[in-house]
Protein backbone atom coordinates (compact mmCIF):
# COMPACT_ATOMS: atom_id res chain seq x y z
CA UNK A 1 0.00 0.00 0.00
CA UNK A 2 0.86 2.94 -0.26
CA UNK A 3 2.24 5.09 2.18
CA UNK A 4 1.03 8.89 1.62
CA UNK A 5 -2.40 10.67 1.54
CA UNK A 6 -2.62 13.46 -1.05
CA UNK A 7 -6.29 15.22 -1.35
CA UNK A 8 -7.62 14.19 -4.82
CA UNK A 9 -8.07 17.00 -6.80
CA UNK A 10 -7.09 20.68 -6.52
CA UNK A 11 -7.58 24.26 -8.48
CA UNK A 12 -4.92 26.82 -9.57
CA UNK A 13 -4.90 29.97 -11.26
CA UNK A 14 -2.44 30.14 -14.22
CA UNK A 15 0.51 32.31 -13.42
CA UNK A 16 0.34 31.18 -9.15
CA UNK A 17 1.72 29.29 -7.39
CA UNK A 18 0.58 25.61 -6.87
CA UNK A 19 0.99 24.24 -3.56
CA UNK A 20 0.45 20.72 -3.37
CA UNK A 21 0.37 18.89 0.29
CA UNK A 22 1.52 14.89 0.92
CA UNK A 23 1.05 13.31 4.13
CA UNK A 24 3.64 11.32 5.06
CA UNK A 25 3.25 10.43 8.69
CA UNK A 26 4.73 6.60 8.82
CA UNK A 27 7.76 7.53 6.96
CA UNK A 28 11.33 5.82 8.11
CA UNK A 29 14.31 7.64 8.64
CA UNK A 30 16.11 5.65 5.42
CA UNK A 31 13.44 7.11 3.07
CA UNK A 32 12.78 10.25 0.91
CA UNK A 33 10.05 11.78 -0.42
CA UNK A 34 9.57 11.59 -4.12
CA UNK A 35 7.06 13.57 -6.68
CA UNK A 36 6.16 12.19 -9.98
CA UNK A 37 3.57 14.02 -12.15
CA UNK A 38 1.48 12.11 -15.15
CA UNK A 39 0.03 14.36 -17.96
CA UNK A 40 -2.67 12.86 -19.79
CA UNK A 41 -1.80 9.69 -22.04
CA UNK A 42 1.64 9.94 -21.32
CA UNK A 43 3.99 7.80 -18.82
CA UNK A 44 4.82 9.47 -15.29
CA UNK A 45 7.68 11.84 -15.28
CA UNK A 46 9.90 12.32 -12.17
CA UNK A 47 9.95 16.11 -10.42
CA UNK A 48 12.21 16.01 -7.49
CA UNK A 49 13.17 13.90 -4.23
CA UNK A 50 14.25 15.08 -0.93
CA UNK A 51 15.15 13.94 2.40
CA UNK A 52 14.93 16.77 4.90
CA UNK A 53 16.25 19.53 3.79
CA UNK A 54 14.08 21.49 1.47
CA UNK A 55 14.90 21.38 -2.64
CA UNK A 56 14.78 23.17 -5.83
CA UNK A 57 15.29 22.49 -9.57
CA UNK A 58 14.56 23.92 -12.41
CA UNK A 59 10.73 22.32 -12.11
CA UNK A 60 9.43 22.59 -8.69
CA UNK A 61 10.42 23.29 -5.06
CA UNK A 62 10.01 20.59 -2.68
CA UNK A 63 9.11 21.88 1.12
CA UNK A 64 9.56 18.78 3.76
CA UNK A 65 8.26 19.40 7.58
CA UNK A 66 10.96 19.17 10.18
CA UNK A 67 9.57 16.16 11.73
CA UNK A 68 9.08 14.80 8.22
CA UNK A 69 5.81 13.37 8.60
CA UNK A 70 4.25 15.93 5.53
CA UNK A 71 5.78 17.87 2.48
CA UNK A 72 4.47 20.53 0.37
CA UNK A 73 5.27 20.36 -3.69
CA UNK A 74 5.29 24.01 -4.98
CA UNK A 75 5.13 25.15 -8.51
CA UNK A 76 6.02 28.64 -8.88
CA UNK A 77 4.26 29.76 -12.05
CA UNK A 78 1.46 27.20 -13.00
CA UNK A 79 1.33 26.60 -16.57
CA UNK A 80 -2.28 25.19 -18.06
CA UNK A 81 0.66 22.38 -19.31
CA UNK A 82 1.32 21.63 -15.58
CA UNK A 83 -2.50 20.29 -15.18
CA UNK A 84 -1.25 16.58 -14.38
CA UNK A 85 -1.79 13.95 -11.64
CA UNK A 86 0.73 14.46 -9.11
CA UNK A 87 1.86 11.43 -7.22
CA UNK A 88 3.73 12.02 -3.83
CA UNK A 89 5.86 8.84 -3.13
CA UNK A 90 8.36 7.57 -0.31
CA UNK A 91 10.84 5.38 -0.59
CA UNK A 92 14.54 4.41 -0.36
CA UNK A 93 16.55 6.62 -2.37
CA UNK A 94 19.13 6.60 -4.78
CA UNK A 95 18.49 2.58 -5.82
CA UNK A 96 16.90 0.59 -8.52
CA UNK A 97 13.27 -0.86 -6.74
CA UNK A 98 9.65 -0.52 -7.84
CA UNK A 99 7.28 2.22 -6.97
CA UNK A 100 4.23 1.95 -4.91
CA UNK A 101 2.07 4.76 -6.42
CA UNK A 102 -1.24 6.19 -4.33
CA UNK A 103 -3.89 7.85 -6.07
CA UNK A 104 -2.39 11.42 -6.41
CA UNK A 105 -3.72 14.48 -6.47
CA UNK A 106 -5.23 15.66 -10.05
CA UNK A 107 -3.89 19.47 -10.69
CA UNK A 108 -6.07 21.69 -12.41
CA UNK A 109 -5.19 24.74 -13.62
CA UNK A 110 -7.45 27.67 -14.44
CA UNK A 111 -6.91 29.61 -17.55
CA UNK B 1 18.36 10.60 -26.82
CA UNK B 2 16.00 7.87 -27.66
CA UNK B 3 13.77 7.00 -24.49
CA UNK B 4 11.74 3.93 -23.78
CA UNK B 5 9.57 2.91 -26.40
CA UNK B 6 7.14 0.84 -26.30
CA UNK B 7 4.89 -1.22 -28.83
CA UNK B 8 2.05 -1.66 -29.95
CA UNK B 9 0.98 1.80 -28.74
CA UNK B 10 -2.52 0.22 -29.02
CA UNK B 11 -4.05 -3.13 -29.03
CA UNK B 12 -7.56 -4.71 -29.44
CA UNK B 13 -8.26 -8.36 -28.66
CA UNK B 14 -10.45 -10.58 -28.00
CA UNK B 15 -11.44 -12.62 -25.35
CA UNK B 16 -9.28 -15.66 -24.09
CA UNK B 17 -6.70 -14.93 -26.78
CA UNK B 18 -2.90 -14.38 -25.53
CA UNK B 19 -0.95 -11.15 -26.45
CA UNK B 20 2.24 -9.97 -26.09
CA UNK B 21 3.39 -6.33 -25.39
CA UNK B 22 7.49 -5.34 -25.98
CA UNK B 23 9.27 -2.47 -24.28
CA UNK B 24 12.63 -1.24 -25.39
CA UNK B 25 14.40 0.43 -22.30
CA UNK B 26 17.17 3.43 -22.75
CA UNK B 27 20.16 1.62 -23.70
CA UNK B 28 22.34 0.82 -20.60
CA UNK B 29 19.69 0.75 -18.49
CA UNK B 30 19.90 -2.39 -16.17
CA UNK B 31 16.44 -2.18 -14.36
CA UNK B 32 13.13 -2.89 -16.13
CA UNK B 33 9.72 -2.42 -15.07
CA UNK B 34 6.46 -3.04 -15.59
CA UNK B 35 3.25 -0.97 -14.58
CA UNK B 36 -0.36 -0.88 -15.66
CA UNK B 37 -3.12 1.89 -15.26
CA UNK B 38 -6.59 0.47 -15.49
CA UNK B 39 -9.28 3.73 -16.18
CA UNK B 40 -9.39 5.82 -13.57
CA UNK B 41 -6.78 4.21 -11.34
CA UNK B 42 -3.82 4.39 -10.47
CA UNK B 43 -0.42 2.88 -11.45
CA UNK B 44 0.16 -0.79 -10.14
CA UNK B 45 3.21 -2.43 -10.29
CA UNK B 46 3.64 -6.12 -11.81
CA UNK B 47 7.32 -6.92 -12.42
CA UNK B 48 10.78 -5.23 -12.18
CA UNK B 49 14.17 -7.14 -13.91
CA UNK B 50 17.59 -5.73 -12.21
CA UNK B 51 20.39 -7.17 -14.10
CA UNK B 52 20.68 -11.19 -14.00
CA UNK B 53 18.75 -11.01 -10.81
CA UNK B 54 15.80 -12.75 -10.06
CA UNK B 55 13.27 -10.74 -11.11
CA UNK B 56 10.92 -9.39 -8.44
CA UNK B 57 7.47 -10.55 -9.85
CA UNK B 58 5.29 -9.81 -6.56
CA UNK B 59 2.67 -7.65 -8.48
CA UNK B 60 1.44 -9.91 -11.24
CA UNK B 61 -1.93 -10.76 -10.86
CA UNK B 62 -2.05 -14.23 -11.74
CA UNK B 63 -0.18 -17.17 -13.76
CA UNK B 64 -1.82 -15.58 -16.85
CA UNK B 65 1.07 -12.98 -16.54
CA UNK B 66 4.70 -13.58 -17.35
CA UNK B 67 7.46 -11.45 -18.60
CA UNK B 68 11.01 -12.12 -19.96
CA UNK B 69 13.82 -9.91 -20.61
CA UNK B 70 15.91 -11.35 -23.06
CA UNK B 71 19.99 -10.13 -23.00
CA UNK B 72 19.62 -8.10 -20.35
CA UNK B 73 17.24 -5.19 -22.54
CA UNK B 74 14.27 -5.50 -24.46
CA UNK B 75 11.22 -7.02 -22.29
CA UNK B 76 8.01 -8.65 -23.57
CA UNK B 77 5.38 -8.76 -20.69
CA UNK B 78 2.38 -11.52 -22.07
CA UNK B 79 -1.02 -12.36 -20.95
CA UNK B 80 -2.63 -15.40 -21.78
CA UNK B 81 -5.71 -15.94 -21.91
CA UNK B 82 -7.30 -12.43 -21.45
CA UNK B 83 -9.85 -11.46 -19.54
CA UNK B 84 -11.61 -8.38 -19.93
CA UNK B 85 -10.22 -6.78 -16.49
CA UNK B 86 -7.27 -7.02 -18.27
CA UNK B 87 -7.93 -4.01 -20.41
CA UNK B 88 -5.77 -0.91 -19.34
CA UNK B 89 -2.67 0.90 -20.40
CA UNK B 90 0.40 -1.58 -19.57
CA UNK B 91 3.54 1.24 -18.80
CA UNK B 92 7.26 -0.25 -18.72
CA UNK B 93 9.95 1.99 -17.05
CA UNK B 94 13.83 1.63 -17.02
CA UNK B 95 16.26 3.27 -15.02
CA UNK B 96 20.24 3.13 -14.28
CA UNK B 97 20.58 4.17 -10.80
CA UNK B 98 17.00 5.26 -9.64
CA UNK B 99 15.39 7.81 -11.76
CA UNK B 100 13.06 5.53 -13.69
CA UNK B 101 11.87 6.83 -17.76
CA UNK B 102 8.54 5.90 -18.34
CA UNK B 103 7.62 4.54 -22.27
CA UNK B 104 4.52 6.21 -23.59
CA UNK B 105 2.43 3.04 -22.93
CA UNK B 106 0.54 -0.01 -24.49
CA UNK B 107 -3.12 0.58 -24.28
CA UNK B 108 -4.71 -2.93 -24.18
CA UNK B 109 -8.75 -3.57 -24.79
CA UNK B 110 -10.21 -6.96 -24.38
CA UNK B 111 -13.34 -7.29 -26.09
Known amino acids: DAKTTQPTSMDCAEGRAANLPCNHS???????VYWYRQIHSQGPQYIIH???NNETNEMASLIITEDRKSSTLILPHATLRDTAVYYC????????????FGKGTRLHILP | GAGVSQSPSNKVTEKGKDVELRCDPI?????LYWYRQSLGQGLEFLIY????????KSGLPSDRFSAERTGGSVSTLTIQRTQQEDSAVYLC?????????FGPGTRLTVL
Open chain 2, 93 to 101: ASSLNWEQF
Open chain 1, 26 to 32: TISGNEY
Open chain 2, 49 to 56: FQGNSAPD
Open chain 2, 27 to 31: SGHTA
Open chain 1, 50 to 52: GLK
Open chain 1, 89 to 100: IVRVANRDDKII
